[in-house]
């Protein structure tokens, strides 16, 4: 069985206050807290361990070197690549995703190409193909959800033509938390040729994850997410798509001659991590992806479907809360707004003064916003650490903003 309150132990942050209130944090769908085991990895690295990576020979730049690079092994691991070289270390999701489409989409399509996007996505899912439409011609071609908040292969194949050649979508919604069934889909743009790029930023904190089972080209996620440092994620690439890649970032690492008239490049993933990395974050990254591992995956799920449904259920019973796709098959994220005139900053402000954190705004998804009607919601995201009872303390709090707010 899952142990909730010796998990919660791990985490340091969880014993605190905020306005005289115990913490209730429900915004790990925005960012995820650290377990010591990340604090003491990051803190040791800068007291006893830090140099630059690569480049040295000294003992410190050396063990440096070898704990970083570690990192990719795991991360290798945590997500089912079977090669070193398909997992580049980025800042987060975001750079990851422009980075597919600088290195990658910008060197293989074409004016009049198209991509298949769907209006679940993050900004950072949507925005860096809006650049290379700007620089290339290319067309978006979107897909609104169904009402349990899925996209579905037919939907895709619905929207596929002759000029289709990338589909980027979300493995699970950060304000719905509906997940969609990428292997289903994935293993079939293989089929058609079509390039997949998968979002996962949400994904790899509640599932196990097995990029070569999906069949994508393209996934990342972001550390912060997965209860590491900010500043960090890995993407994977497949190694059938590394030869296709041009460097999106030029500096130093990504090289190996440089010459007034010529540069020759490094091989993946060097080639794409131009610069001095975030050698303590990754590091703290390689710590966090131990400690989610060292956990029975299967038994942190059962406990997630759990508390979700528990939320779900209390949730349910506030008749003037408007419920924005609370499917039972969704994890972990509820999005919910109030009749009337109680913005979802009015919300958050009252719950925060009650020790709840929540998130307010259109969590950087504004065309899904546009698509529900709405022009902020409130979210709760939940986390393994997360107990029935801050689920009451929720619904207590939100039961005080009615009063409020009529």
């Given at each position: ?6 998990i ?11 306005n005289?209130?115990?913490?209730v ?5 925005a ?15 800068y ?16 063990l ?9 092994g795991?991360a ?21 995703l422009?980075l ?6 910008n ?23 809006h650049?290379l ?7 978006l ?15 895709i194949?619905?929207?596929?033509s ?12 950060n ?35 097995d990029?070569?089972s ?8 972001t ?8 500043g960090?994620?890995i ?35 060097f080639?794409f ?16 992806i ?5 956990l ?7 406990y ?39 913005h979802?900053?009015?919300?958050a ?9 929540v ?5 950087c998804?504004q ?11 409130c ?28």
């Open positions: 069985m899952f142990d909730v309150l010796k919660r132990e791990e985490f340091p942050i969880l014993d605190r206050k905020v005289d209130k115990p913490l944090y429900l915004d790990n769908g960012s995820s807290q650290k377990p010591k085991a990340v604090i003491e990895a990051v803190k040791n690295c007291e006893n361990e830090y140099s630059n990576v690569h480049r040295g020979l000294h003992f410190l730049s050396n440096a070197t070898e704990k970083f690079e570690a990192v990719r795991k290798m691991s945590f997500l089912g690549a079977s090669d070193h070289d398909e997992i580049i270390f980025t800042s987060g999701s975001t750079e990851a422009n597919v489409s600088y290195a990658w989409a060197q293989n399509l074409k004016a009049g190409d198209e991509i298949i996007l769907s209006t679940l996505e993050h900004h950072a899912n949507i925005v860096p193909w650049f439409r700007s620089r290339k011609g290319i067309k071609v979107w897909i609104d959800p169904s009402e349990s908040g899925q996209i579905s292969l037919n939907m194949e619905e929207k596929i002759s000029r289709t050649k990338m589909v980027c979508i979300t493995h699970m919604s304000v719905f938390g509906s997940i969609i069934d990428v292997k289903k889909i994935c293993n079939e743009l293989k089929k058609r040729n079509i390039v997949s790029v998968l979002d996962g930023s949400q994904a790899v904190v509640h599932l196990e994850v990029v070569e999906i069949g994508c080209d393209f996934y990342t996620f550390g912060h997410k997965l209860f590491g440092p900010t960090t994620g993407l994977y690439v497949n190694r059938k798509r590394i030869a296709e890649m041009e460097p999106f970032i030029g500096g130093g690492e990504m090289i190996r001659d440089v010459s007034k008239d010529n540069v020759t490049y490094n091989k993946s993933p080639l991590e131009a610069g001095t990395p975030g050698i303590a974050e990754i590091i703290g990254l390689g710590a966090a131990d400690f989610v591992q060292s029975d995956r299967n038994s942190v799920l059962e997630e479907k759990l508390i979700t449904n528990y939320a779900r259920t209390e949730l349910e019973k506030l008749d003037w809360l408007v419920k924005h796709s609370f499917h039972k098959d969704n994890l972990a994220i509820f999005s919910f707004s109030m009749e009337g005139s109680a979802a900053h009015d919300i402000t009252i719950l925060d003064a009650n020790g709840v954190a998130r307010s705004g259109h969590h998804a065309p899904l916003m546009n698509f529900i009607g709405v022009p902020a919601t979210r709760a995201s939940l986390a393994f650490y997360n107990t029935r009872e801050e689920i009451d303390t929720l619904i207590e709090s939100l039961r005080k903003c009615k009063k409020l707010f009529g």
